[in-house]
C-alpha cells in the first residue's frame, strides 16, 4: 500500500513539474514580452475569471472523485456513473448563465474592474469556462478510479498547447492591453483542447453515464463548502486585484506604478513561491482517495500512518526549499524576470512556504474525509489576515502588504486544521508531542542553519563567478549540504535508504 502511494505520487509529481516549469519558463517569456503592466492587466482578468472558474468546478472535481471512490467500495456502478453525469450538469448550471449574462450586459458591468481595459481581456478568458469546467468533472473521475497518468498526461499537454499559442500569438505585440488580450487567447485554446481530449478519452477508457437525478442532491450538498471556500478564495484574490492598487495608490504610488507592483507581487512573486504546490498538490491528488476509501471502509489505522506521511512530506518539503529561494531570490528575479524588486520579494517572503505547505494538505486531508464544513470556516478565519494586511499594510511596506497577509493567513488555516485533525486523529495526537520533538524541530534548527549557510555560500561563488554559475554551483552545495545535514538530524533515514536498496536489489535478481 505504501509502495502504491508512493509510486503513484511520483509519477503525478514528475508529470506535475514538468507541467509547472513550462508554464514557469512561459511565465518569465510572457513578462518579458508583455512587460509588467501587461502582466498586470492579464493578472487582473485572470483573477476574476478564476472567481466563476471556482463557482463552475471549485469543488465539484474532488466531490465526484470522493463518490466513486464511495461507490466503488459499494460496488456500486450506476452510482459512479451517475457521480460524473450529475458533476457535468452541476458545471454547466453554474456556468452557462455568467457567460450568457457577461456577454450580453457585460459593457455595463465594467465597473467592476479598477482598470476598465482589463474586461475585454476577462470577456475572452469566458469564452473557455464551460469546457475547463467540464474537463476538471472528467478529471475527477480518472481520480476516483485512481487512474492518475492520464489526467496528468493531459494536464502537461494542455500547459505545452498553451505555451506553443502564446509565444505564436505574441511574437508582435504592440501595446500592453493588446498582450494581455493575445494571452488569454492562448488560454482560451489550451482550454480547448484539454476538453476535446479528456471527453475522447473518458467514452475510448469505457467511460459512461447515467442520470444525474439521484446525485446532483449529494454533490451539491458535499461539494457546497468547498466551493464556497474556493470561490471564497478566488474571490478574496478578485478582491485583491482591486483593493492593492487602490491601496497603493493612497499609499502615495501612482496608478502606472501600483499596477506594475501587482503584476511583480501577483505575475513574479507568488508563481515561485507556489513552487512547492506542485509537490503538495500531487501528494494530495494521491492522497485523497485512499484516504475517502479508508475513511468508509472503517480502515483507521493505515488512514492515520498516511495523514502523519502527507504531514511530514509537506513539512520536508517545504524546509528543503526554503534555504534556496532565501539565498538565490535575489538572483531569481534578476536573472528570470529582470526585475530587483521581485527578487527581493522572493528572498524575504520565503517563510510563507511552511505554513502553506502545511495548510494545503491538511485541508485537502480534512475534505477527503467529509469535513468540509470546517475546512469552509476555518478559511474565513485565515482570509480575515489577508484582507487585514491589505487594507492596513501598503502605507507602510508597499507591496510586501499582500504577501505578509497572505503569510499570516496560511499560519491560521494550519493551526486550525492540524487543532481540528489532531482531534479527529487520536493515535496520531498521543504521539505529537513526541513527532515534534524528535522529527520537526531539529528539522527546523537544520532550516535554519542551511538558510544561512546558502547565503554565505551564494555570497562567496559570486565573488569569483558570474551570477548564473554563482546560481548553480550554490544551488549544487546547498543540495548535497542539506542531505548530510537532513541524515544527520533523522529526517531522511539511513535505514530507509538501505532498505529501498536492498528491495531494488531484490527485484533486480528477480527478474534475472
Not at 502504491?4 to 508529470?15: D, E, Q, S, W
Not at 498553451?162 to 505574441?170: D, E, Q, S, Y
Request: charged residues 15%; glycine residues 8%; contains cysteine.
Amino acid at each position: 500500500m505504501k509502495n502504491k502511494v508512493y509510486a503513484n505520487a511520483t509519477i503525478v509529481t514528475g508529470l506535475s513539474v514538468a507541467e509547472r516549469g513550462l508554464g514557469f519558463l512561459y511565465r518569465i517569456v510572457l513578462s518579458r514580452l508583455i512587460g509588467a503592466e501587461g502582466l498586470g492587466l492579464y493578472q487582473v482578468a485572470l483573477s476574476f475569471f478564476a472567481l466563476f472558474l471556482t463557482i463552475g468546478s471549485g469543488g465539484v472535481p474532488i466531490t465526484v472523485s470522493r463518490l466513486i471512490s464511495k461507490y466503488k467500495a459499494e460496488n456500486n456502478t450506476l452510482g459512479e456513473r451517475s457521480s460524473v453525469s450529475a458533476g457535468v450538469t452541476a458545471s454547466l448550471l453554474l456556468t452557462l448563465p455568467f457567460c450568457i449574462i457577461f456577454w450580453i450586459f457585460g459593457e455595463k458591468m465594467t465597473f467592476l474592474f479598477t482598470d476598465e481595459r482589463t474586461f475585454s481581456v476577462f470577456r475572452i478568458l469566458l469564452l473557455g469556462l464551460t469546457c475547463t469546467c467540464i474537463y476538471a468533472v472528467i478529471r475527477g473521475h480518472f481520480w476516483g478510479n485512481k487512474q492518475f497518468l492520464a489526467p496528468s498526461v493531459m494536464e502537461l499537454l494542455e500547459e505545452t498547447v498553451m505555451v506553443i499559442a502564446g509565444v505564436l500569438l505574441l511574437r508582435k505585440v504592440s501595446s500592453p492591453l493588446s498582450g494581455a488580450k493575445l494571452a488569454a487567447w492562448a488560454v482560451v485554446i489550451s482550454y480547448f483542447f484539454s476538453f476535446a481530449v479528456s471527453t475522447a478519452w473518458f467514452f475510448i477508457k469505457g467511460g459512461r453515464i447515467s442520470s444525474p437525478k439521484k446525485q446532483l442532491k449529494p454533490l451539491f450538498t458535499s461539494s457546497l463548502p468547498i466551493t464556497s471556500v474556493r470561490a471564497c478564495s478566488s474571490l478574496v484574490n478578485s478582491a485583491i486585484a482591486v483593493l492593492l492598487p487602490a491601496m497603493l495608490i493612497r499609499a502615495g504610488f501612482n496608478e502606472t506604478e501600483a499596477l506594475q507592483i501587482f503584476g511583480v507581487v501577483s505575475g513574479m512573486v507568488i508563481p515561485i513561491l507556489f513552487i512547492p504546490s506542485t509537490l503538495i498538490g500531487s501528494l494530495a491528488l494521491v492522497l485523497v482517495p485512499e484516504l475517502s476509501e479508508d475513511f468508509y471502509r472503517k480502515n483507521f489505522k493505515r488512514l492515520y500512518t498516511n495523514i502523519a506521511r502527507g504531514l511530514k512530506f509537506a513539512f520536508l518539503t517545504a524546509c528543503a526549499i526554503t534555504p534556496f529561494f532565501f539565498a538565490l531570490g535575489e538572483d531569481f528575479g534578476a536573472i528570470l524576470f529582470s526585475n530587483p524588486l521581485a527578487g527581493e520579494m522572493i528572498k524575504r517572503s520565503c517563510w510563507i512556504l511552511l505554513p502553506m505547505s502545511i495548510a494545503m494538505i491538511s485541508t485537502a486531508m480534512l475534505n477527503s474525509l467529509g469535513f468540509e464544513k470546517q475546512t469552509f470556516i476555518f478559511y474565513f478565519v485565515g482570509a480575515a489576515f489577508t484582507f487585514a494586511g491589505i487594507l492596513i499594510l501598503p502605507k507602510f511596506c508597499g507591496g510586501y502588504a499582500y504577501l505578509i497577509g497572505l503569510g499570516a493567513c496560511y499560519v491560521a488555516t494550519a493551526v486550525c486544521n492540524l487543532v481540528f485533525l489532531l482531534k479527529k486523529c487520536p493515535i496520531y495526537a498521543k504521539r505529537g508531542r513526541q513527532v515534534c520533538v524528535h522529527e520537526y524541530l531539529p528539522t527546523l534548527i537544520a532550516t535554519a542553519f542551511l538558510s544561512l549557510s546558502a547565503l554565505l555560500l551564494r555570497n562567496f561563488f559570486q565573488y569569483f563567478t558570474g551570477a548564473v554559475l554563482s546560481m548553480i554551483f550554490t544551488g549544487l552545495a546547498v543540495l548535497i549540504e542539506s542531505i548530510l545535514v537532513y541524515l544527520v538530524t533523522g529526517a531522511i533515514s539511513f535505514k530507509g535508504i538501505f532498505d529501498l536498496f536492498k528491495s531494488k536489489k531484490r527485484t533486480s535478481h528477480g527478474k534475472n
